[in-house]
Nanobody, 126 residues
Framework: QVQLVESGGGLVQAGGSLRLSCAASGRTFSRYAMGWFRQAPGKEREFVAAILRTGGNFGYSDSVKGRFTITRDNAKNTVYLQMNSLKPEDTAIYYC???????????????????WGQGTQVTVSS
């Protein structure tokens, strides 16, 4: 069992930055690939970024590539999402999730994830 708790969301102006954190419980964090998803009102949950177990490989959706960076610190059981050059269309609830899969292709789908956090709200004003 893995419990995930996101933090770092908030209100920011367009062009600003935020860093989200996701802290995981348990001693098996390094066995899981990690992902970030987001869900805007009235829309489906969509893939944002994922990182493999050792952190050596990662992937991004086209909408955030070049602006967001996913990293992980296995010693701290934490995964991060650095978000720069934020746009109003980035407004959503952001969720982190843990997966037993370990390929970026698989990690782009919600069905690959075993555990989810409760989410943190990110609002970008224009």
């Amino acid at each position: 069992q893995v419990q995930l708790v996101e933090s770092g969301g908030g209100l920011v102006q367009a062009g600003g930055s935020l860093r989200l954190s996701c802290a995981a419980s348990g001693r098996t964090f390094s066995r899981y690939a990690m992902g970030w998803f987001r869900q805007a009102p009235g829309k489906e949950r969509e893939f944002v970024a994922a990182i493999l177990r050792t952190g050596g490989n990662f992937g991004y959706s086209d909408s955030v590539k070049g602006r967001f960076t996913i990293t992980r610190d296995n010693a701290k059981n934490t995964v991060y999402l650095q978000m720069n050059s934020l746009k109003p269309e980035d407004t959503a609830i952001y969720y982190c999730a843990a997966s037993g899969a370990n390929t970026i292709v698989a990690l782009a789908t919600t069905q690959s994830y075993n555990y989810w956090g409760q989410g943190t709200q990110v609002t970008v004003s224009s």
